[in-house]
């Protein structure tokens, strides 16, 4: 026979007689890309994308191949960062700009001094075992390059121009 309705009815109130409640269900991918596509939008709607930095230009190194090392080149691009690299490298460029680093120096010692450290970093890169590019970067001959120095911070010069005068005048 059936139920008694009155005991049915008690029960409904305690709430024994409910359904067991189902566990929320996980979103599945495609409900998931829904509400990011609906989100998207919306801001779209809203103008949340008008006046972007970059809007309307091409996309930096997007045709190029693929890089691993992508987001380290970026940054030093980005951040102008010197000195990073193997030393094979970083004393090639040194080597190029060592003139012009050498002419900001003031004082013979400065430059033996530099001349000295840029040496021994050759000589160092060269014993390293560590792989990566030869070192082909020369040595510099110091006496040789202190030479040269003296002779860019001369005076130029033209050697038959007269000595100027100088006119003064007095204060009266």
Do not use: C
Not at 49 to 57: I, R
Not at 61 to 67: R, S
Not at 86 to 110: C, G, I, K, Y
Not at 150 to 162: K, L, S
């Amino acid at each position: 026979m059936s139920e008694d309705p009155r005991l049915a009815a008690a029960r409904y109130r305690q709430g024994d007689d409910a359904e067991p409640e189902q566990p929320a269900r996980q979103p599945t991918p495609r409900d998931t890309a829904a509400y990011v596509e609906t989100a998207i939008q919306q801001a779209i709607r809203r103008g949340e994308f008008d006046d972007l930095p970059g809007a309307g230009k091409p996309i930096p190194h997007l045709g190029a191949g693929h890089d691993p090392d992508w987001w380290i080149r970026r940054k030093i691009e980005t951040e102008n960062l010197t000195g990073l690299g193997p030393a094979a490298l970083t004393l090639r460029v040194e080597d190029a700009e060592l003139e012009s680093a050498l002419d900001t120096l003031a004082r013979e010692s400065d430059v033996r001094e530099a001349l000295d450290d840029f040496n021994r970093r050759v000589i160092e890169a060269r014993r390293q075992l560590l792989g990566g590019p030869p070192v082909v970067t020369p040595t510099r001959d110091i006496e040789a390059e202190v030479r040269a120095w003296r002779d860019r911070r001369a005076p130029q010069e033209p050697a038959d121009a007269p000595p100027t005068r100088r006119h003064w005048r007095r204060a009266r």
